[in-house]
């Protein structure tokens, strides 16, 4: 398939490029600083986009699922990605220091209450921030949900969706002796971390390539080599925080805390071919969420930049333009 061809039906369901109106680096305390950035209406519909990953910051598209005539919206990079620094920094980098990130966005722009949009981890993240701010969550809109949970990193990172993608897998599982193939989390997290930084970006490339490749319904497994600097901080960061089962407190924390959230509506856009997130998360989010409007793409897999997603996720933001109160 024509990968130009695909990029472009994409993009047409978008609104056109904007520049920030805002742009800063926000001091967040324990050594970080991260980049902020608002677009759109100064004075319309707060909503905040949380970038998957972890690590795998914001990008100009992302301001493009909003009419910029209704919307005040606001990007961050989160901790150790991005243009936020330290780059690829694990230390003081949690969930719950990432959750704190957002509530001071809020206060610092002064903002009462917004819309959370997110998508793979910036679902996971979304979710969890509203279990803890409810009061200030107007609404999530989400997109290719994970969960944290053990089963879903048992899936991508435990042959489940090497099946599928023997050949990619190969390449990803062949860089580790067979000794450690039983966890391959943890056996990348040595070599990531190892100090010899050639070795570190080799194996950043390896974990990136290996999600990249699964991706998009429509990549046939083909992606280019990411940039070392991006690589090595998405891979870094996200294995640190896999390792660490999200830190969160419970295999299954966000289903069983659903309860918390019972009354913000929320919309879940989910690829039925999702190789990456499969659908069964966002089906089972669906069935305990009782404010949930889920929404199965037939023909689209885990990126936000699917046609079918992009289509969806914009229909719902137009949506919303009138139908929510904030």
């Not at 009419?67 to 150790?80: E, K, M, N, T």
Request: proline share 5%; with cysteine.
């Amino acid at each position: 398939m024509d990968k130009n061809a695909d990029h472009k039906r994409a993009t047409q369901y978008l609104y056109p490029q904007i520049d920030p109106f805002d742009q800063r680096m926000l001091d967040v305390g324990a050594g970080h600083k991260l980049y902020v950035e608002q677009c759109g209406n100064p004075k319309g519909v707060p909503v905040i986009v949380l970038h998957g990953g972890p690590g795998g910051g914001c990008s100009p598209a992302m301001r493009r699922y909003f009419d910029p005539d209704v919307y005040r919206i606001i990007l961050f990079d989160q901790r150790g990605c991005g243009r936020s620094r330290p780059h690829a920094s694990v230390e003081n980098n949690t969930t719950w220091d990432l959750i704190d990130d957002i509530e001071k966005i809020r206060t610092v722009l002064k903002i009462e209450r917004w819309m959370v949009f997110g998508g793979s981890w910036g679902a996971t993240l979304s979710l969890l921030y509203a279990q803890s701010h409810p009061d200030h969550t107007a609404c999530l809109i989400l997109r290719g949900v994970f969960l944290m949970t053990q089963a879903e990193l048992d899936w991508f990172y435990g042959g489940g969706a090497g099946r599928f993608y023997p050949d990619i897998w190969s390449r990803f599982t062949n860089l580790i002796p067979e000794d450690e193939h039983d966890n391959l989390i943890a056996a990348y997290n040595r070599r990531l971390f190892s100090g010899d930084m050639m070795l570190e970006t080799r194996f950043a490339r390896a974990w990136a390539a290996w999600e990249n490749a699964l991706a998009s319904i429509n990549s046939d497994g083909m992606v280019g080599e990411s940039p070392a600097d991006y690589a090595r901080a998405f891979a870094r960061l996200e294995n640190h925080y896999f390792i660490n089962n999200g830190f969160l407190d419970t295999d299954g924390q966000i289903l069983e805390s659903i309860d918390r959230i019972k009354n913000i509506p929320g919309y879940i856009v989910q690829g039925r071919y999702d190789m990456i997130c499969p659908p069964k998360s966002a089906w089972e989010l669906a069935k305990r969420w009782p404010n949930a409007d889920l929404r199965m793409i037939a023909r689209a897999g885990h990126a936000l930049s699917e046609p079918g997603i992009s289509a969806e996720l914009v229909r719902i933001m137009d949506h919303l333009r009138t139908n929510t109160d904030v």
